[in-house]
C-alpha cells in the first residue's frame, strides 16, 4: 500500500501523508465534494481535481496490485518464480508490463514450439544458440524423431526454430525495449479498402495518410479508429518513416539483445533466419495490436477530458433566473409547441401554434403568445435552437414590439437532450398527460432559467458537447462524466425545498433512493425548515446526512446558516465567533467589514484549522452564493438563418456549443455550426482551445468559407485574417498560406496535416449528425 501511495503523491504532487489521509476518508464513505470543502485540514488542501485523479488511480493501481499477487502465485506454483523474476514483477509499475514479465509462464494452447520441446528438441535450440560454430544439419541429425512428427532434418531444425522464437518473442526486457523504439519512431498508416471511396467519402483525408504514432492527436486517431470500424479503412503500424529499413532496424534489435551476430559461422543463417521470423511472425503484429490499443485508449481518455470540460462549462453556464418564461420549441409542419411555466418551473399552460408554411397563421400566432404573456407576466421568451428557430425567433421578436412596456427578453437555448427527457420516464412521471413535444418546450424553458437543474435529468451522454462519443470506453466515459455533474451539483448547491429528484440525486452522500424518499416527505409533511429535519427522512442516516447537509439549502427557515455552505458541524464555531464578539448570526451574516476584522486563528482548534475557518468567514460574507457567471446571450444576425445567407467576410456573433483539441465550434443561428480552428481563436499561440474559450461563451466571428455541399463553415475570432482567394482549392491544397494584414506576425499556430481552414476532419460531419 505504501508504494500506491507514494506513486499517487508523486502523481498529484502532494505529500504521501495527504494520500494516505485522504484514501482513509474514501473507505469510510466520503465523497470528494465532501472532502474537497469540508476536509482541508485533513487532506492538505487537496482539490477536487486532485481528489478525483487520486481516486481513479488509486482504483487502477489497486488492480494492478492484485494482479500482480495472482502472477506471483501461478509463476510459484510452476516452481518456476526465481528472486530476479520476483522482482522484476514487484518491480512492474503498469499492468502493460506485468503481463510482459508472465508471458512465458502464462497458459496458452500448444504450440509448434511445445510441440518440439515435447519432442526432446530444446536441448538442440540451446546448443545452437549458445554456440553458432555447431553445424545445424549435423546436430539436428541426433534428434530425428519420427514418431512425434520430427521425421528428418529439416523438420528437426524447424522445431528447433519455433522454440526460439517463442523464447525472443516472450523476453519482456526486449518487448520492452521494442516498445519504446516504436512509441519514439512508429508511423500510423491509414489506406483506403479497395471500392469502398463512395460509402466512405467522409474519411477521405484518410484514404492516403500517414503521421507519427506519438503525435497523433485524439480526434484524428478516433476518425481513422472509425473508418476501420466502418470497413473504409486499413490501419498499419509502421516501425519507422523509412519503410525500406523499418523492419530490418526491429530485426537488429532482435538480434542485438540476444547477441545473434552474422560472422559467416555454421548457425548464423539458422539464427538470423529464427529472429527474422520471430519480428515478422510474433513481435510485429503483437506489438502493432499493442501500441494500436494503446494509441485508441489515449484518445478515448483525452476525448473523455474533452467531453468533461466541456460537460463542467455547460452545467456551470449563467442561468438567467428563476422568472416567468415562455419556452418555443420550433417546428414547421407540426407546428411551435408553446409552455409557460412559472419561477419555480412549474407548467402554467401549453398550446400549439402554426405561423410557419404550410399554415402560415402568423398573426394568430403572435396574438396568442401576446395573450400568454400578459396573463402569466413572462420575463423570458426561450426559443428551442433546432428546425424553424430563426423564423421562431422572429415570431419573438414581433411579439416584444407588442410588448414594449413588459421588457421582454427573448433567448435562444440549446434543444441538445431536450427529446432524450421528454420521453424519459422522469418525464413521463412529472407530465403524465403532457404531449411529448410539450414536454420538451417545458425542459427548454426551464434550462434557460437554470440549465443545472434542468440538465441533471438527461444522460450527460446525451447533452452533445463530446468528440466521438459513442466510440469511447463507455464505463468509462459514464463514469468521468458523472463525477463532472456531481461536482458541479455541489460547487453550486441545492434549494432542499424546490429541488427535483434527479437533482437532489447529485448532492453528495445520497442516491436516487434517499432523493425520493427526502421529496416524498416534502410533499406529504410540508417544506424542510432546518437541516437536521433530514434526519427524519427514511433511510437517510447520520452519514448520509454528514456528506449531503453542507450542500443543501433552506432559504427562509429557523437557522440563517441553513441557506449557507457552512456545515451543521461547524455551527458551534459561528456560535463560538458571534458570543466572543456578542452578535447575532444575523448581525454577521454579510456584515464585511466585521468578518474581515475576525483572525481565523484566534478560534482554530483540533476540530477547525484555519483554511475551514476561512472558509466559514467567506461564506457569511455571501452566503449562498453563486459560482456561476453572469448571464449574458448572444444576438443572432437578422437574414442570416441558413448556409445560404453566409457570406466571405461576415461579421457575426455565436454561442461556443463545443470546444475539442483542435479547435471550438460555434452556434451562428444558420442550424450548422462553424468551426474556429485552433490557429484562428487569437494572434497569440495556444497549445489548448480551453485556454480561450469555454462552452457557453458568447463570442464574436468572422466567417472565412463555406461549404455548403459538406455542410461546412469556417469562421475565426481574429478579426484581421482574411478569407482565402476564391481560386485557391483549400480542400486540396493544405498548405497554401492564408491571406495576412500588415500587423506584425503574431507566433501562428501549426495546423494539422489534415485540417485545412474548413476543418478537413471527419469530426465536423459527426458533429452535425450529432445535433440532429
Known amino acids: 500500500m505504501s508504494m500506491i501511495v507514494k506513486q499517487i503523491a508523486a502523481e498529484i504532487a502532494a505529500r504521501p501523508e495527504q494520500v494516505s489521509a485522504t484514501i482513509a476518508l474514501l473507505e469510510e464513505g466520503a465523497t470528494v465534494p465532501f472532502i474537497a470543502r469540508y476536509r482541508k485540514e485533513v487532506t492538505g488542501g487537496l482539490d477536487d481535481t486532485q481528489l478525483r485523479h487520486l481516486e481513479q488511480r488509486l482504483t487502477y493501481l489497486r488492480e494492478l496490485e492484485e494482479r500482480r499477487q495472482v502472477i506471483l502465485k501461478t509463476i510459484d506454483e510452476q516452481g518456476k518464480l526465481t528472486a530476479e523474476l520476483k522482482q522484476d514483477i514487484l518491480a512492474a509499475d503498469n499492468k502493460t508490463r506485468l503481463e510482459d514479465l508472465y508471458l512465458p509462464y502464462k497458459a496458452k494452447r500448444r504450440t509448434k514450439g511445445q510441440i518440439a520441446i515435447e519432442a526432446g528438441i530444446l536441448p538442440l535450440a540451446d546448443a545452437l544458440q549458445a554456440n553458432p560454430k555447431l553445424n545445424p544439419e549435423t546436430e539436428a541429425a541426433a534428434f530425428i524423431n519420427a514418431e512425434a512428427g520430427f521425421a528428418d532434418v529439416k523438420a528437426v531444425l524447424d522445431g528447433a526454430k519455433y522454440i526460439l522464437m517463442e523464447r525472443f518473442a516472450e523476453d519482456a526486457n526486449l518487448l520492452a525495449r521494442l ?38 492527436p485524439s480526434h484524428r486517431a478516433l476518425a481513422m479508429f472509425r473508418g476501420r470500424n466502418e470497413g473504409v479503412l486499413q490501419l498499419q503500424l509502421v516501425p519507422d518513416a523509412n519503410e525500406e529499413t523499418a523492419h530490418s532496424l526491429c530485426e537488429q534489435m532482435v538480434a542485438s539483445h540476444f547477441n545473434i551476430k552474422d560472422e559467416g559461422r555454421a548457425a548464423d543463417a539458422f539464427l538470423r533466419t529464427a529472429v527474422q521470423w520471430t519480428w515478422k511472425v510474433k513481435l510485429h503484429l503483437h506489438l502493432e495490436n499493442d501500441l494500436l490499443s494503446e494509441l485508441r485508449e489515449k484518445a478515448e481518455e483525452e476525448a473523455i477530458k474533452v467531453f468533461a470540460r466541456n460537460l463542467k462549462d455547460l452545467l456551470m453556464a449563467a442561468p438567467a433566473g428563476m422568472r416567468n418564461t415562455l419556452a418555443l420549441d420550433p417546428g414547421l409542419r407540426t407546428g411551435v409547441k408553446v409552455t409557460a411555466i412559472d419561477e419555480t418551473g412549474k407548467l402554467l399552460s401549453q398550446t400549439t401554434i402554426f405561423p410557419h408554411a404550410p399554415q402560415n397563421m402568423w398573426d394568430k400566432s403572435v396574438r396568442t403568445l401576446v395573450a400568454l404573456c400578459q396573463q402569466h407576466k413572462i420575463e423570458l421568451i426561450a426559443i428551442g435552437n433546432g428546425t424553424a428557430s430563426r423564423e421562431t425567433d422572429k415570431l419573438a421578436a414581433d411579439v416584444l414590439k407588442a410588448l414594449p412596456a413588459q421588457k ?53 451522454k446525451a447533452i452533445g458537447v463530446g468528440q466521438y462519443q459513442h466510440d469511447v470506453n463507455q464505463s468509462l466515459l459514464t463514469k468521468s462524466l458523472d463525477g463532472v455533474v456531481e461536482d458541479c451539483v455541489n460547487a453550486v448547491g441545492v434549494d432542499l425545498n424546490t429541488a427535483s429528484v434527479p437533482l437532489l440525486a447529485r448532492v453528495a452522500g445520497l442516491n436516487k433512493t434517499l432523493a425520493q424518499n427526502i421529496v416524498v416527505y416534502r410533499d406529504t409533511n410540508g417544506r424542510f425548515n432546518e437541516r437536521k429535519e433530514l434526519l427524519k427522512v427514511p433511510r437517510l442516516g447520520p452519514k448520509a446526512y454528514e456528506q449531503a447537509a453542507g450542500f443543501l439549502r433552506i432559504n427562509n427557515g429557523k437557522n440563517p446558516l441553513d441557506a449557507s455552505s457552512v456545515h451543521p458541524e461547524a455551527y458551534p464555531l459561528v456560535e463560538k465567533i458571534i458570543s466572543a464578539h456578542q452578535k447575532s448570526v444575523e448581525q454577521i451574516i454579510g456584515n464585511s467589514s466585521f468578518l474581515k476584522s475576525i483572525d481565523a486563528k484566534t478560534f482554530a482548534d483540533e476540530h477547525f484549522g484555519v483554511p475551514t475557518i476561512t472558509d466559514i468567514l467567506k461564506e457569511l460574507d455571501k452566503p449562498g452564493r453563486d459560482p456561476r457567471p453572469e448571464f449574458k446571450t448572444a444576438s443572432f444576425k437578422d437574414g442570416v438563418e441558413t448556409l445560404k445567407d453566409l457570406k466571405d467576410g461576415m461579421l457575426l456573433e455565436g454561442v461556443v456549443t463545443n470546444v475539442t483539441n483542435f479547435g471550438a465550434f460555434v452556434d451562428i443561428g444558420v442550424h450548422q455550426d462553424g468551426l474556429v480552428h485552433i490557429s484562428s481563436l487569437t494572434d497569440k499561440f495556444v497549445s489548448d482551445p480551453h485556454q480561450v474559450v469555454k462552452a457557453g461563451d458568447v463570442v464574436k466571428v468572422k466567417v472565412l468559407e463555406v461549404d455548403i455541399e459538406r455542410k461546412r463553415i469556417a469562421l475565426t475570432m481574429r478579426m484581421d485574417e482574411q478569407p482565402a482567394p476564391k481560386n485557391a482549392d483549400r480542400a486540396t491544397d493544405k498548405t497554401a498560406p492564408r491571406q ?7 507566433p501562428r499556430q501549426a495546423k494539422p496535416a489534415d485540417n485545412n481552414a474548413a476543418m478537413g476532419n471527419a469530426f465536423a460531419e459527426a458533429f452535425a449528425k450529432l445535433k440532429k
Request: net charge neutral; charged share 25%; no cysteine.
Open 179 to 216: 516498445r519504446q523504439h516504436l512509441a519514439q519512431h512508429a508511423v500510423l498508416k491509414s489506406t483506403l479498402v479497395a471500392g469502398k471511396e463512395q460509402e466512405g467519402a467522409k474519411f477521405r483525408d484518410y484514404f492516403a495518410h500517414t503521421e507519427s504514432w506519438k503525435s497523433t
Open 408 to 460: 421582454l427578453q427573448k433567448i435562444m437555448v440549446s434543444e441538445a437532450g431536450a427529446s432524450i427527457y421528454s420521453a424519459s420516464e422522469l418525464a413521463a412521471l412529472e407530465f403524465p398527460d403532457l404531449d411529448v413535444s410539450l414536454r420538451g418546450a417545458v425542459s427548454i424553458g426551464r434550462r434557460l432559467q437554470d440549465p443545472l437543474a434542468e440538465l441533471v435529468k438527461i444522460e450527460p
Open 740 to 746: 495576412q494584414s500588415n500587423r506584425p506576425a503574431a
